[in-house]
């Protein structure tokens, strides 16, 4: 099992940037492929970003809608990913998850990954 915690969101002024942070416990963090999705209310689960392991360059994806605005990153050695979202839009806005799967491709599909941290609520609102 792999446990993930998501930190680091709040109420937050558009035009700023926000940075997420995804902790995990239990098995090797390192080996797993790594995403961030986000979901507000009425919608479907979207993709925001995934990183694969070091043993595949730590590549990322990056959701077309996004690109520019977010950069995705983790530190194995802290058990930590991390996403960091620039000039924050009020539709930025809902509640961010991290996923873990069990395998090393970082991938944009949530039915690929195998587990999901609680998620984060993200509120952006002057």
């Known amino acids: 099992q792999l446990r993930l915690v998501e930190s680091g969101g709040g109420l937050v002024q558009p035009g700023t940037t926000l940075r997420l942070f995804c902790t995990a416990s239990?098995?090797?963090?390192?080996?797993?492929?790594m995403g961030w999705f986000r979901q507000t209310p009425g919608k479907e689960r979207e993709f925001v970003a995934a990183?694969?392991?070091?043993?595949?360059?730590?590549?990322?994806l990056i959701a077309d809608v996004l690109k520019g605005r977010v950069t995705i990153s983790r530190d194995d050695a802290k058990m930590t990913m991390y996403l960091q979202m620039d000039n924050l839009k009020p539709d930025d806005t809902g509640v961010y998850y991290c996923?873990?799967?069990?395998?090393?491709?970082?991938?944009?599909?949530?039915?690929?990954?195998?587990?999901w941290g609680q998620g984060t609520q993200v509120t952006v609102s002057s």
């Open positions: 996923a873990a799967r069990n395998g090393k491709t970082g991938r944009q599909y949530a039915a690929d990954y195998d587990y």
């Open positions: 239990g098995r090797a963090f390192s080996t797993s492929g």
């Open positions: 990183i694969s392991t070091a043993r595949l360059g730590y590549l990322t």
